[in-house]
């Protein structure tokens, strides 16, 4: 039961048990027994001794007497056996996990698929280059774009060819005379289907893709060459060298609806906003005129919204935020360099960067805040940009001669890019096509429903 | 006036179960906040013990620690409580990282006989503080705690104690190896109050 009765027992009968040491305890107890105060313990009874000292003291209930050591063994014994005196409780509701209210550095290792979207890979190096030969090097024109039904169209001299990005074919939409040419802009219209070819000789010719034929020519907007086009439903809106802007109504005889004079000098950016509500412009002249359509067809008097002054160099470069209305990128051409962004609400200048080289196009992704833009000289590249950071994230090389021309598939993944080196490259840089599907459905045509109201 | 000082510094057993388990509520806010269990900025500052607390606004976790002091008072004005322990675990694995082991020692006399004791809030205070202070000095020995953790409680009653309700029987979850330090004590002559705080041992290399 403990320790000192195993003690007298076995000094009894244990020998058996543990021979050695039940010899070497004898041996002691011997030798111990006799000393020269003691020299004989004959007539001691010490098993009676050893009784009185141990046993005899637990029947007297005497707790004052027991060692330290017995009582720190049977509290050892007490933990040991706690299952017996203890009962362990706990909440059967558990306090909530506090993983909801940690903040995103806490959890990193939690959600990796969150942390690794930014760190989407973005290809240094095109993805495809095509040849284009006889591409006109010339920063006022827009000889390149991507339509909504996947369908790439540029031209190349008098010529404009159409390349499906679908299969990869290629087919020639039209070659125009010399007299007439060269082809100075080409822009889809929303439906992906009809296609406005703008000349040298000022004239604007509407083909039909699907069949390949012409569908009418524009004739009067203009008096020198038409460097820039821009599409809002069934308006056609044409820039040209003139300075003149032209709003075009295509289904009606006397298609000339609206006229903006503004700039003094060629026209060579036309961006409608994404509402169809605003146009943006860009000349020669460094100007850029915000045109509010509401205020132009309620007064025949063409006058601005905005006149943007702060470029120093001509402005081609225009782009329309998808994520926010009233906010529009521009680029200035070689002595300018600068990206500004502009709140078209008020006309205030947001932003400023020096790029430092020409800007000849812009483009949002449709994906992520990010822009990318593409310059001329010394580099040629294209600059990913986080907005409104504006920390390069990219910086892409590969045309040997500026950027001059840029469109964006309508997934919104892929740009395409002409240069004055006459190639065609195309550049995954805005990422995969996955998520972005419904997006791209809904970002061309948000004001279809405007043109069935009236 | 000889009187009044007297009656001032006399303890009952509903009175020190009051004490202990508002320590406990205190103790566990602070083990909370200083371990890093719950973010920083769901904890508000009182003043309490003479010592700025912090007391967590989360409604879950105010409402778990506020449940758990109302059971903890009445085993401890039965005397059938013998230990509490909260313990912080991995979220991702379960493992038991820290045990904050609080052992109560009950005067069974008071239980039984219904007699109180003597002594002064202010001194109990005192010894309280000591122990909040050794809490919130305590992240600068105990491992670092780079995952998210949750935590729970375990209190360790008499046989005889009826489970409630909302309580379940529950696994000791002990750490094995442990590191131990023992905090300070403090004691109402009703509940003495041992505090310990067990930790994984993960500098094994450092004793070979």
Redesign the interface.
């Known amino acids: 039961m403990d320790a000192g009765s195993l003690n007298s027992s076995s000094n009894l009968k244990g020998q058996s048990r543990f021979p050695l040491q039940e010899q070497f305890l004898h041996r002691r107890n011997s030798k111990e027994n006799l000393d020269r105060f003691i020299p004989n313990r004959s007539a001691m009874d010490f098993d009676y001794a050893h009784f009185m000292l141990t046993e005899g003291m637990e029947g007297k209930e005497n707790p004052a007497v027991i060692s330290p050591s017995r009582e720190a063994y049977r509290k050892q014994l007490a933990e040991a056996l ?1 299952m ?16 909801e ?3 995103q550095e ?2 990193s ?2 959600n990796p698929v969150k942390s690794a979207k930014p760190r989407r890979h973005i290809p240094q190096t095109s993805e495809r280059t095509l040849d284009a030969p006889d591409l006109v090097d010339d920063f006022y024109l827009n000889l390149l774009d991507w339509g909504s039904s996947n369908v790439l169209a540029i031209a190349l001299g008098n010529t404009v060819y159409l390349w499906d990005a679908s299969n990869g074919s290629t087919s020639e939409l039209v070659t125009i005379d010399d007299e007439i040419g060269p082809v100075t802009c080409v822009n889809w219209g929303p439906d992906g289907r009809h296609i406005a070819i703008g000349l040298n000789n000022s004239e604007v010719q509407l083909w039909d893709s699907a069949t390949n034929r012409q569908l009418r020519t524009l004739r009067g907007g203009h008096r020198s060459r038409v460097g820039s086009l821009a599409w809002n439903n069934h308006i056609l809106t044409t820039g040209g060298m003139d300075g003149q802007i032209t709003n075009n109504d295509v289904r009606i005889r006397s298609h000339i609806i609206e006229t903006y004079r503004g700039h003094h000098q060629e026209v060579c950016g036309l961006k409608w906003s994404g509402s169809g509500q605003q146009l943006a412009s860009g000349g020669n002249d460094n100007l850029i005129h915000i045109w509010d359509r509401s205020v132009v067809s309620s007064n025949s008097a063409t006058q601005w919204l905005h006149r943007l002054e702060d470029h120093t160099s001509a402005v081609k470069a225009l782009a329309w935020c998808p994520f926010q209305s009233n906010l529009l990128a521009s680029g200035g051409g070689g002595g300018d360099r600068t990206i500004k962004f502009w709140n078209t609400h008020t006309g205030a200048c947001l932003n400023s960067i020096d790029t430092g080289s020409q800007v000849c196009g812009l483009l949002w992704n449709k994906n992520e805040r990010e822009l990318l833009s593409s310059h001329g000289f010394t580099q040629n590249q294209l600059t990913l940009w986080k907005y409104p950071s504006m920390v390069k994230m990219a910086e892409l090389t590969g045309h040997t001669s500026r950027v001059l021309f840029m469109s964006q598939s309508p997934d919104g993944c892929t740009v395409a890019t002409a240069a004055g080196d006459e190639t065609l490259r195309f550049w995954n840089v805005f990422g995969v096509p996955e998520a972005s599907k419904p997006a791209p459905k809904t970002n061309p045509e948000p004001f279809s429903q405007v043109n069935r109201i009236r | 006036m000889v009187s009044r000082t007297v009656a001032k510094d006399i303890i009952t057993l509903r009175g020190s179960a009051a004490i202990v388990s508002e320590f406990f509520g205190y103790a566990a806010n602070s083990i909370l906040y200083n371990r890093g269990v719950y973010p920083e900025e769901s904890f508000v500052k009182v003043k309490k013990y003479g010592l700025p607390m912090l007391l967590t606004q989360d409604d879950g976790v105010k409402s778990f620690i506020s449940n758990l002091n109302a059971q903890l008072s009445e085993w401890l004005e039965a005397g059938k409580l013998q230990r509490v322990v909260l313990v912080i675990m991995s979220k991702a694995t379960g493992e038991v990282l820290e045990r904050w082991n609080f052992s109560i020692e009950t005067d069974n006399e008071v239980v039984e006989k219904g007699v109180s004791r003597e002594k002064s809030d202010k001194e109990i205070m005192r010894e309280i503080q000591a122990i909040m202070r050794q809490i919130a000095s305590s992240i600068t020995y105990l491992p670092c705690l780079d995952e998210p953790c949750v935590f729970d409680v375990l209190a360790y009653t008499d046989k005889d104690v009826a489970v409630p309700f909302t309580w379940i029987e529950s696994d000791a979850k002990l750490i094995a190896n442990p590191q131990m330090v023992k905090l300070h004590s403090f004691d109402t002559k009703i509940h003495k109050v041992d505090t310990l705080v067990s930790y994984k041992n993960d500098d094994e290399w450092e004793e070979q």
Not at chain 1, 84 to 99: E, G, H, Q, S
């Open positions: 706690n017996n005196r203890t009962r362990i409780l706990a909440f059967k509701d558990k306090p909530p996990t506090p993983v209210l940690f903040p806490h959890s290792s939690v």
